[in-house]
């Protein structure tokens, strides 16, 4: 096994996007996958460890001191991180804003924003000091465009794609890209998070619609990392065929 291989570090790696994403990338890079399932963390492991490097680092990206502990005593031989893929995040409700419950909005703002923020943070510290990397968010079209009951899970992606264009302008004096990448409506657990495992909920959210798959926005992951040096993919959404914009969708 090649020991040079580049290092990815991937949030949300036990499901969806994120475990998408660590199939695709393990015949390039050496592998840090994360996530709070002990289980499906160990899981991912034992599938991939006969074609790359794995380690797994097990926390909840909302608990701040936990998150850095692991990162920072990552022994030397993972340390280098070259791509930081933040994608750990989730909607929590689908109400009016009037409706909305505040644990619900804690959820989102806690994970998908102070999240993002807390594994940037001593990532960031390694890549400045070695002049290199790429960090790729997961936004969403949410993130660009409100939608009716969208409220703060939209507010939490129009945040990551001011995270993302702040990062961009203040990184890129230290060789740092920094891509977003954006999915419309991709069929993997979100639902289900969303409406709290109300299966016929979640189902209808894709019915009629040929949606997206983890392993699609996992291939334009690899794209994006894998553009030439001199080019940086720098905010790139991406829909289902059937998905003009977050209201209009083409089910048939
Ligand atoms: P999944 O629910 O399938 O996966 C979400 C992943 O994030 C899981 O591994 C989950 O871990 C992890 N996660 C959630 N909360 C935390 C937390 N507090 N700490 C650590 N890990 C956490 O959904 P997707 O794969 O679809 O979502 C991945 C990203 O893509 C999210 O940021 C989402 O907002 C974004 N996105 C999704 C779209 C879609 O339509 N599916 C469209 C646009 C963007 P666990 O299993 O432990 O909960
Ligand atoms: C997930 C896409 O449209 O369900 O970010 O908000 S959407």
């Known amino acids: 096994m090649n020991k040079t291989k580049k290092i990815a570090l991937i949030t949300g790696a036990t499901s969806g996007i994120g475990e998408s994403a660590s199939f695709e990338l393990a015949n390039q890079f050496s592998l840090i996958l994360c996530g ?18 794995v380690k797994t680092l097990q926390f909840d990206v909302r608990n701040k001191d936990d998150v850095y502990e692991k990162i920072t005593s990552l022994s030397d031989d993972w340390k280098s991180i070259d791509v930081l893929i933040n994608n ?16 619900d909005w804690d959820m989102m703002i806690d994970t998908n924003v102070k999240g993002l923020l807390y594994v940037s943070k001593p990532i960031l510290d390694i890549m400045i000091k070695e002049n290199k990397g790429h960090i790729i968010n997961i936004g969403s079209i949410a993130g660009k465009e409100i939608y009716p009951k969208g409220n703060i899970y939209c507010a939490s992606k129009f945040a990551v794609d001011a995270i ?3 990062m ?3 990184l890129n004096k230290f060789n740092i890209k920094v891509s977003q990448i954006n999915p419309g409506l991709v069929e993997t657990n979100f639902s289900m998070v969303r409406f709290k495992n109300d299966e016929k909920k979640s189902k209808s959210v894709y019915s009629g619609v040929n949606p997206l798959i983890g392993d699609d926005i996992a291939k334009v992951i690899s794209y994006v990392i894998n553009c030439p040096e001199n080019v940086n993919i720098s905010d790139i959404t991406v829909l289902a065929k059937s998905q003009a914009s977050s209201t209009v969708v083409n089910r048939v």
């Open 164 to 166: 993302s264009q702040g």
């Open 88 to 103: 750990a995040g989730n909607a929590h409700g689908l109400d009016f804003i009037y409706e909305g419950k505040v644990d």
């Open 168 to 170: 961009q302008v203040d």
């Open 36 to 53: 709070r399932n002990s289980d499906k963390l160990k899981e991912l492991e034992d599938s991939l460890s006969s074609k790359t490097r």
